[in-house]
Structures are given as C-alpha cells and as structure tokens.
T-cell receptor, first 112, second 114 residues
Framework: AQSVTQLDSHVSVSEGTPVLLRCNYS??????LFWYVQHPNKGLQLLLK??????LVKGINGFEAEFKKSETSFHLTKPSAHMSDAAEYFC??????????FGTGTRLLVSP | DGGITQSPKYLFRKEGQNVTLSCEQN?????MYWYRQDPGQGLRLIYY???????QKGDIAEGYSVSREKKESFPLTVTSAQKNPTAFYLC?????????????FGEGSWLTVV
C-alpha cells in the first residue's frame, strides 16, 4: 500500500530565510509524487511533480523538491521565504487507478 | 481561460435537505473527482469518474451521489443521509499523459448545515 507522511504539522520561518517542508512516502514501486499548496478558502494549486525524469524537481514560485529513493523522501524547499508563501502544503502520492493519497498537510507560517 | 469552476462558493443546508454542488471544467479532461476536506485534515475521496456515464465510489461515498452526463460536468449531491456534511468540497479533473497523471483542482465550495 502507498502512503505519505508529512512530518511537521506546522513550520514557522522568518521572511527571507530558507523553507524546508518534509515528506516521507511508502510505496511498493516507483511512485508519482506531488506537492500542492492551498491558501485559505482556496483550492489546491500544483507546485511541482516528480515524474522520474530527474530527482531534483523545480516548481513554481521558487520551490523545488528532491526525490531520494534511499530515504523514501520528497522534501520541499525554497531558499528564501516570502510572506505570500504562508499557506498549507500537501505532499501527495499517486496510488494508481487514478487515486491520490494526501498527507495531512503542513501549515507554513512566515513572520516579517 | 481553461479551468475548473465550482459553484456556489458558499452553501447552507437545512437538516433533511439534499443539495447539489456544481463542477464544470473546460480542460477537456476525461477523469473528474470530488474530495471532501475537513478543517485541519487532508483530503478524502468521495467519488470519481473516468469517463462520461461512468463513476465509482471513493473512500467516503456514503450519503453522496454523482452523475456524469457530460464530459465537462460532474455535479455532487449531498443527501440527507450524510450525517455530517459540513465541510469544504473540492472538485478536480485529471490530465493524463503517457508519463504521468496530474490532478488540477477547482476553488472549492463550503457547505454548512444550519
């Protein structure tokens, strides 16, 4: 069975400092992995997706994620946080048959 | 612009009423989905449809119904049998390529029982 674990429910950073949101997955085969962002009362927006073409995936708004098979991780990073990055972030694994498994989310707080 | 449109954004339901949430997409995607999101939690799959006139139950289908008469439309009805319907509902559609299937979401609809 495939699952995904987001290790932190909340992450607080100061504006201009690096962001690290952690995600570990379990999968019996090479997974498809995604990061989505959700701002309050909004739908989910795709940040980036892992397609097995490259282990380092670049997404929108300066975010990137690195797929590490040996660590079963797909952590999301950004070199410098902006106030507009404050939101909920979801790590997602494709369970196959057109079903996704969502992590429980990490709320990113950005202080001035 | 292409996208997924959900309406209404906010909906209030009285006890015992059925209500229908609309979802329309002009992305020409075959597959569509309905998810429920409760505060502080992840998303849970209600129903999904791979093609017109076909749909399958997800993980929490009880108390919900759907139809897929047109490719563009996938409405969700929350019936009176759903005992705790207050939640944020998200519609999505899927872009499928040989490489990867990617899901895109609408802006969501809030349903509150009054």
């Amino acid at each position: 069975a495939q699952s995904v674990t987001q290790l932190d429910s909340h992450v607080s950073v100061s504006e201009g400092t690096p962001v690290l949101l952690r995600c570990n997955y379990s999968s019996s085969y090479s997974p498809s992995l995604f990061w989505y962002v959700q701002h309050p009362n909004k739908g989910l927006q795709l940040l980036l997706k892992y397609t097995s073409a490259a282990t380092l995936v670049k997404g929108i708004n300066g975010f990137e994620a690195e797929f590490k098979k040996s660590e079963t991780s797909f952590h999301l990073t950004k070199p410098s946080a902006h106030m507009s990055d404050a939101a909920e972030y979801f790590c997602v694994v494709n369970r196959g048959f057109q079903k996704l498994v969502f992590g429980t989310g990490t709320r990113l707080l950005v202080s001035p | 612009d292409g996208g997924i449109t959900q309406s209404p954004k906010y909906l209030f339901r009285k006890e015992g009423q059925n209500v229908t949430l609309s979802c329309e997409q002009n992305l020409n995607h075959d597959a569509m989905y309905w998810y429920r999101q409760d505060p502080g939690q992840g998303l849970r799959l209600i129903y999904y449809s791979q093609i017109v006139n076909d749909f399958q139950k997800g993980d929490i289908a009880e108390g919900y119904s759907v139809s897929r008469e047109k490719k563009e439309s996938f409405p969700l009805t929350v019936t009176s049998a759903q005992k705790n319907p207050t939640a944020f509902y998200l519609c999505a559609s899927e872009e499928s390529t040989l490489e990867l299937a990617t899901i895109y979401f609408g802006e969501g609809s809030w349903l509150t029982v009054v």
